[in-house]
């Protein structure tokens, strides 16, 4: 069954402690929902800045775990400061939302 994050970096961060990935890991199951919704709220809301914050804050983390959404992120990034309507960037931001629901279920099935 394929993933949609990959614990490489984690693995190499953590340098083999199974008890460090599993802080890791947990972090990320608490800090990023509620980034993601700041994130989604802030689209809704009008408010370019604070949709960067939370875009840029989750950047490092979902790299980490190997989530492939920086593209997604630069582009939220990007829209920021665009001056764009939020429907131009709803679209993505959903994808965003969606993909990491899928990883959150993976992770919290993966280490319960």
Known sequence: MSTTYSLDSVQELAGGD?????????TFL?????????MIAAVENNNPAEAYQFAHKMKP??????????????????????????????PIVQHISTTIIGVIKELQKDFG
Do not use: C, R, Y
Request: hydrophobic letters at 40%.
């Open 30 to 38: 608490e800090e990023i929902p509620p980034d993601v919704d700041h």
């Open 61 to 90: 983390n979902l790299q980490l775990f190997g989530v492939n959404l920086e593209s997604e992120i630069k582009t939220v990034e990007g829209w920021s400061k665009s001056g764009e309507d939020k429907e131009v960037i709803m």
């Open 18 to 26: 199974k008890e460090f990935i599993a802080v890791l890991v947990q």
